[in-house]
Nanobody, 115 residues
């Protein structure tokens, strides 16, 4: 039974920082591309960042230079460090594990950037 459990969301002022974590269980973590996606009401879920087991990363243009994705294969955990947050970063953030035919999602964690 695969589980992805996100944590670390919350309310932060513009310019602030948050660190999201996603703990994975029930899968061979190192074999999966891990990613963070986000979604706002009425919009499609969009990719924020991805990381493969070797550490290579991919970011949405809107977060490059502000967000950093990382993974700890020993702890089966992926992180998203979010700096210089903007109101438009407000969304529900979802953790994703993908390996070809297999894709799994976490339950999501709310991030709200507001003064």
């Amino acid at each position: 039974h695969v589980q992805l459990v996100e944590s670390g969301g919350g309310l932060v002022q513009p310019g602030g920082s948050l660190r999201l974590s996603c703990a994975a269980s029930g899968l061979s973590f190192k074999r999966y591309v891990m990613g963070w996606y986000r979604q706002t009401p009425g919009a499609q879920r969009e990719l924020v960042a991805q990381i493969i087991s070797t550490g290579d990363t991919n970011y949405a243009d809107s977060v490059k230079g502000r967000f950093t994705i990382s993974r700890d294969n020993a702890k089966n955990t992926v992180y998203l460090q979010m700096n210089t947050l903007k109101p438009e970063d407000s969304a529900v953030y979802y953790c994703n594990a993908n390996r070809g035919w297999w894709t799994y999602w976490g339950q999501g964690t709310q991030v709200t950037v507001s003064s």
